[in-house]
């Protein structure tokens, strides 16, 4: 009896006597994170898409992860969305994990057996074909492109869930990186 006793007396005097301490006030705010991000708007938006592109590769285990810059360059080089060739990468081989050994072909070009020296050779070959043969030509949309890209009816679906993904992400990473301060 008496240990319930002791137990309400001090359970009493920590209810009532004691206040609340708040660290905010002694210790001050956390230290802000900032990321050395172009002030330009269009150097902004690009490092954010190179940011999400490295970003899906890195949840895929994609051994296309160090080629992010490259998917970037050859997007602007021949005016293409540059979640495109990712996208088509990421049906195709699963973001280049499944290829013809070296072939460093991750789009399914040739019916995949077309061999490159490198990522970097295949993503400016795979561009200037898609630019020259597909988009000059007429072929301006995903389901277009796909028509002529595979013969599967679902072709484009598919490629469009990736560049959903990559858009996901580049929206994460937009709030994320935005420089609207948040009260708590």
Known sequence: MRTIAKTIFLLFLFLFF????????????????TYNVASNTKEKNLFIKKLSIKRIFEKYNAPLIDSADSFIATCQNFNLDC????????LESTFGRFIYPNSYNPFGWGGGMIMFNSWNEG???VAKGL?????????????QIGKIYSESPTWALRV?????????????????????????
């Open 18 to 33: 004691t206040r609340n301490i708040y660290a905010e006030k002694i210790a001050g705010t956390s230290a802000a994170i």
């Open 83 to 90: 979640y495109l060739l990712p996208s088509i990468a990421g």
């Open 123 to 125: 993503i400016g070959t």
């Open 131 to 143: 630019r020259e043969n597909y988009l000059n030509k007429g072929a301006d949309s995903v389901e």
């Open 160 to 184: 469009r869930y990736f560049m959903s993904e990559f858009q996901k992400e580049q929206e994460k990473l937009q709030l994320y990186l935005s420089e609207n301060t948040v009260k708590l």
